[in-house]
């Protein structure tokens, strides 16, 4: 799958090589910042160093003087980085705080934000275990409260009750009993064995291989040490009572990592191990992470995701190379974040055109809007009532006062529903406002 770095062999380079040349020492806190794995530093040529073998050395020597001994029972470590504490530092400024979601989401559509961001992680968390279903199915589903069909949309409809369910439940500490509950929730009606649901595996059975050519790539630790290796977890994720401080966000990603490593589930570790780094960013305070899908961003990426387990094993349980990955996918998902409220308030804005039409609430403004750009779009109520987050009779409401108005006109779908279309005076109220 991989090839396994050379073994370790002291170098007789000093560290002080990197003080005598100041481009070697820009290489070298590049391949340090993006934590390089052996396949990349093999083909790096850098002035006073004769061979990769000594790069590598030299990389591993300045890794072991930063080195972090999490869990030594498994040799779990990993070194700290300049870049890990500046985008943690990033985080702290703006996924935290007490100033609340108002100061960077527009408070009328915090809501909707919110659920858009959790059926997008639930989507991609799913996808990323096997759900196969589209998106604009699964978010149709969702909205409007449908029963899952199939075992892709239970997936996808569990993971999104889960992260609600955690999103109400952040201030109670880490058990055994949640890691437990938490499972059940996921995999409930989606495992080949119902009674799996909620219980650890019972045998060593269960291995991670390789979906193509089933080549195996992680054997996990026996399901003998799994409630004594939770009890750790539990331990580290509600204390802090380590001799060295560890970053709340890398605790997260250790929780994360630390899920998947175990394996103590037969099947829904992966689901689990990123509800659980949801719930505990949250519970530290990190709210903005409820309105991002870093699934999202992992599944774009899974071949690095998956890459970055393999190079913590087979670089002797150093998750470095998972913490660094975890950072990165979470700084593109608050870039993706940042873009997407941008976008947001440039439509808000552009919605409040309408609002010149006089006596139309906001709600209205958006009906009104979501036919601009489809001239030929049909709304039912049940459409209004899940973009909008309202109840079917105050969508009801609004819509009727747009047909008075003569802005949207009622149509016969079939002897009971009723559809919604542009009226004799939207081309001459509304689109005017846009030309």
Known sequence: MIESPPKYVETHLSPAILLQNSNVAKEFNRLQDSYAYWSEVKYKKIDGIPDAQSLWSLLKTIRATKAIDVFPKYNLHFSLTNQMMRLCHIFDMNFGGKWGSESILPKADSRRYLVGSIMEEAISSSQMEGASTTRKIAKEMLRKNITPKDKSQRMIYNNFQTIQYLSEHTGIPLS???ILQIHDLITKDTLEMAEDSGKFRQNNNVVVENAITHEIVHTPPSYTEIPSSLEWLVEFANNDSASIFIHPIIKAIIIHFFISYLHPFVDGNGRTARALFHWYMLKEGYWLTEYMSISRIIYKSKASYEKSFLFAEADHNDMGYFITYHLNALHKAFEELKKYISRKTAQQNDQNRLLK?????????????????????????????????????????????????????????????????????YHEEVEKLYR
């Open 176 to 178: 055994v009993d949640l």
């Open 357 to 425: 039409l006089g006596n139309i609430t906001q709600r209205q403004a958006e009906i009104l809007y979501m036919m601009l750009k489809n001239e030929d779009m049909v709304l039912t109520v049940k459409d209004v009532t899940s973009k909008l987050l309202i109840t079917p009779t105050t969508a009801k409401h609004d819509i009727v006062e747009l047909v008075n108005r003569g802005l949207l006109t009622e149509i016969s779908l079939n002897r009971q529903k009723k559809g919604y279309i542009r009226g004799d005076k």
